[in-house]
């Protein structure tokens, strides 16, 4: 069982930056994909991003695309998701997920964290 843990949301206005983290202690988290996902209220869960953890392997949404980073820090056991130039449709409760490949559809990641609010204020 993997336990991953998001920590790094709050209240931020719009324009400024956040970075959230997802981290798990069971196991590394260099072993799987990692996927970012967001909900917001009444509204489906929508793919932001993936890391497949091997060079090169990151996708970012359209919809965040230049604005949306994601990086790994291996030695901390660590994904990361950078965000900047946010907006107040980026509120929503932020997920990381692991599985074996990245993918956008949220079905294919066996292990989730509990979610962390992010909101922008106008």
């Known amino acids: 069982q993997v336990q991953l843990v998001e920590s790094g949301g709050g209240l931020v206005q719009a324009g400024g930056s956040l970075r959230l983290s997802c981290t798990t202690s069971a196991r590394t988290l260099s072993s799987y994909a990692v996927g970012w996902f967001r909900q917001a209220p009444e509204k489906e869960r929508e793919f932001v991003g993936a890391d497949s953890r091997w060079p090169g392997g990151t996708t970012i949404a359209d919809s965040v695309k230049g604005r949306f980073t994601i990086s790994r820090d291996n030695a901390k056991n660590t994904v990361y998701l950078q965000m900047i130039r946010m907006k107040s449709e980026d509120t929503a409760v932020y997920y990381c997920?692991?599985?074996?490949?990245?993918?956008?559809?949220?079905?294919?990641?066996?292990?989730w964290g509990q979610g962390t609010q992010v909101t922008v204020s106008p």
């Open positions: 997920a692991a599985g074996a490949a990245p993918s956008g559809s949220s079905s294919r990641y066996d292990y």
